[in-house]
């Protein structure tokens, strides 16, 4: 089993920055396939990011491209997400999870997830 726990979220204002981190218990870190999701009030949980096994391999939903950036530290056993340029619209949960597939976008396909951090835009 896998335990994770992220961290970094808070209140910015709209156009700020923000670098979420998720750490994972274990020593098989460097097994999954990691990803980021986040859920806003009355919404879905929705995909935001992922990163392969290695780090060599990244992938972001359409909405986030280009202002999201996830990476992976295996010697710390961290993922992390940093956002920039952010919006209201990113008002959300932030997510942690791993998987044992190659590549994984959607929530049923994620095996174990953190509690959440909650980022919140202000306009």
């Known amino acids: 089993q896998v335990q994770l726990v992220e961290s970094g979220g808070g209140l910015v204002q709209t156009g700020g920055s923000l670098r979420l981190s998720c750490a994972a218990s274990g020593r098989t870190f460097s097994s999954y396939t990691m990803g980021w999701f986040r859920q806003a009030p009355g919404k879905e949980r929705e995909f935001v990011a992922g990163?392969?096994?290695?780090?060599?391999?990244?992938y972001y939903a359409d909405s986030v491209k280009g202002r999201f950036t996830i990476s992976r530290d295996s010697a710390k056993n961290t993922v992390y997400l940093q956002i920039n340029t952010l919006k209201p619209e990113d008002t959300a949960v932030y997510y942690c999870?791993?998987?044992?597939?190659?590549?994984?976008?959607?929530?049923?396909?994620?095996?174990?997830w953190g509690q959440g951090t909650q980022v919140t835009v202000s306009s």
């Open positions: 999870a791993v998987t044992r597939r190659d590549y994984g976008a959607l929530t049923n396909e994620f095996d174990y």
């Open positions: 990163i392969s096994r290695s780090g060599g391999g990244t």
